[in-house]
């Protein structure tokens, strides 16, 4: 069952509409305090279809079905997402080709300066 109405998460001041949160392009920020402000590809906005913290949460612990990137060098963001961008001809059968084409979708718009700003804010998190 999807929530409707106000969302609210225990710890957080931060309360959403539902409705505005749903889906892959806006995701919520719980606790913005405990971390730098993130880039749009990262928070979402206009234009952007799958934003990072979707997935990879504002937190960049991700969720179950997502890799943990918080605290990871920056370098090797940068080269996952273009590795990411670079596949085309998947097995959309398995579970990792599933997820490797959200990935392809979500990193295929993102410009040089994009991918070296989100490599640097997950970067910068804490993994806790």
């Not at 392009?25 to 880039?39: G, K, Q, V, Y």
């Not at 918080?70 to 579970?95: H, K």
């Amino acid at each position: 069952m999807r929530p409707e109405g106000t969302v609210r998460v225990p710890g957080s001041a931060k309360e959403y509409d539902a409705a505005t949160i749903a889906g892959n392009a806006n995701p919520p920020d719980w606790f913005p305090d405990e971390h730098l402000p993130a880039p749009r590809s990262v928070k979402g906005d206009t234009g952007i279809a799958f934003a990072c913290g979707s997935c990879h949460l504002m937190s960049g612990q991700g969720h179950p079905e997502s890799a943990d990137l918080a605290g990871m060098p920056a370098e090797y963001l940068i080269r996952q997402m273009d590795i990411a961008r670079q596949l085309f001809d998947l097995q959309y059968g398995s579970s990792a080709g599933k997820a490797a084409a959200v990935m392809k979708r979500a990193v295929a718009s993102l410009s040089e300066d994009d991918i070296i700003a989100i490599s640097a804010y997950l970067g910068s998190l804490s993994p806790e």
